[in-house]
């Protein structure tokens, strides 16, 4: 980068720096832009270095050109049309975590447009929908603290949230009576948001903010709200309740454990539900669950609720089926299976005996066999003992 040492420029930049409040909120990876709207013929953008009274230009159009220093090469955006519109913005792609820090512009000479950016990098917490999730945040706060003197604003996406001041809580829309902040942690340094009921729309970039503009610890929260998760193991002939999660409308959709894509199952109307006709006659409501009767084990796999409102979806339940009834074979079964052993054996004696017959009589004759064989090899040595002779 370029440097220069003591101008009107790094003197101006020392002296009149903005509150932090005023500062730009970049996630680090994302874009972050610093506005900036005046007629100029040459635009220079400076940022301040690390050491006292040093300050580098990273950007300058002059002459329908546009120069970047080597470390922001691919990450300024510049357009001729904006600037000779009058936007003279300065937008930095892919913020890296040392982008944070003062940016001030100089338009044909003259310094305007100081400004801050923050670079953020984010502490992420994930909720089931309709959980409750805590966000955390803490700072130095003195544990005398009156309530009607604690103060803390909570923000999503730079909009309100929740703000704490003179002992009362204020909310931004869609967060009334789900969000709260509590003053006696307040004291103890602690001044975590608590979100009840989670929703979809909660999910967000959130950041606390003090009294004097500072931020907390962490200084920022990326909020995930995902669908439920549920697992089943069930054996054939069992019911499963599937929980639908919200209120109807909402719609089914089954996967087998081998398929590549959802379909239909059923839609839970206010007062009735639907079903492909593989379910009809199977599936029945249990106070906001879907309950599938008789398993079997072409029925594993995963069902998906989805909220027909939202089109979010909201459970994912994973269902396994295997193996028999967990009750006992039913006695008339049990009886015919007495039966047909019972024959069988019957059928199969008479064999039995048979070969027993048969085996008997081939060891005898091989009995006789061998008493002969026996004889004959006793007399030839009676005879040639008798030659000798």
């Not at 470390?71 to 955006?77: G, H, S, T, V």
């Amino acid at each position: 980068m370029q440097h220069t040492s003591w101008t009107s420029l790094g003197f101006l930049a020392l002296f009149t720096i903005p509150t932090v409040t005023d500062a730009v909120m970049v996630k680090l990876g994302h874009s972050a832009t610093v506005s900036c709207h005046l007629n100029c013929s040459t635009v220079t953008w400076w940022t301040k270095g690390i050491e006292v009274f040093q300050i580098f230009k990273i950007f300058e159009f002059s002459e329908g050109k546009c120069t970047v220093a080597p470390e922001f090469k691919d990450r300024i955006e510049c357009s001729e049309e904006k600037i000779r519109g009058g936007d003279v913005s300065l937008t930095i792609t892919s913020a890296v975590y040392n982008d944070q820090g003062w940016y001030y512009c100089s338009c044909d000479g003259k310094d305007r447009c100081d400004r801050r950016i923050d670079v953020l990098v984010p502490t992420t917490l994930s909720i089931s929908f309709g959980g409750k999730a805590t966000l955390p945040c803490y700072a130095e706060t003195d544990k005398r603290t009156v309530d009607s003197s604690a103060y803390v604003l909570w923000e999503k996406d730079e909009q309100q949230v929740l703000k704490l001041e003179n002992g009362k809580m204020s909310y931004g829309s869609g967060f009334e009576q789900r969000a709260t902040v509590s003053p006696e942690s307040y004291r103890k340094g602690d001044l975590s948001l608590i979100i009840d009921r989670v929703r979809f729309s909660d999910s967000g970039l959130y950041s606390c903010s003090l009294k004097d503009g500072g931020h907390g610890y962490p200084n920022t929260i990326s909020l995930a709200v995902e669908a439920r998760q549920y697992v089943h193991h069930k054996k054939v002939g069992q019911s499963v309740l599937l929980d639908l999660v919200v209120l109807p409308p909402v719609m089914v959709y089954s996967k087998e454990s081998d398929a590549t894509a959802d379909s239909w199952m059923c839609t839970r109307m206010k007062d009735a539900v639907h079903c492909k006709p593989d379910y009809e006659q199977r599936v029945s409501i249990v106070n906001n669950s879907l309950m599938l009767s008789k398993l079997t084990v072409a029925d594993s796999g995963t069902y998906i609720v989805t909220d027909v409102k939202s089109g979010e979806v909201v459970a994912i339940h994973k269902l396994a089926v295997a193996g028999l009834p967990s009750h006992k074979i039913p006695v008339i079964t049990a009886s015919i299976a007495c039966v047909f052993v019972v024959l069988l054996g019957a059928l199969l004696w008479p064999c039995h005996q048979k070969q027993r017959k048969t085996e008997k009589e081939k060891d005898l004759t091989e009995l006789v066999d061998k008493y002969v064989q026996l004889s004959i090899q006793q007399s030839e040595r009676e005879l040639l003992q008798y030659s000798l002779k």
